[in-house]
Nanobody, 116 residues
Framework: QVQLVASGGGLVQAGGSLRLSCVAS????????IGWYRQTPANQRELVAEITSGASTSYSESVRGRFTISRDNAKRSVYLQMNSLKPEDTAVYYC??????????WGQGTQVTVSS
């Protein structure tokens, strides 16, 4: 199974930007859909963005217009460019395949903290 590792989180002021990376241990060419998820102590884990092998994307209402997901099969990576960050974006961010999501399998996330 391909393992996905998220990185790139950090501390940023409201209105700032961060770029998260998700690097796979193997080829992601055959993976149909990879998504970015986030979780706070007060909320259930939510899907914020998805990208398919054909580069089709979708976003949650809360991040649409601010976040951009992209995929680079050659680099075995998926990225999440986060702009105009808000304090409510503070969360642990995870990347995952739709299959692993459905089976409840998760790796380690990366912490994003947005100060007001």
């Amino acid at each position: 199974q391909v393992q996905l590792v998220a990185s790139g989180g950090g501390l940023v002021q409201a209105g700032g930007s961060l770029r998260l990376s998700c690097v796979a241990s193997g080829s992601i060419f055959s993976i149909r859909t990879i998504g970015w998820y986030r979780q706070t102590p007060a909320n259930q884990r939510e899907l914020v963005a998805e990208i398919t092998s054909g580069a089709s994307t979708s976003y949650s209402e809360s991040v649409r217009g601010r976040f951009t997901i992209s995929r680079d099969n050659a680099k075995r990576s998926v990225y999440l460019q986060m702009n105009s960050l808000k304090p409510e974006d503070t969360a642990v961010y995870y990347c995952n395949t739709i299959v692993d999501h459905n089976f409840g399998r998760w790796g380690q996330g990366t912490q994003v903290t947005v100060s007001s």
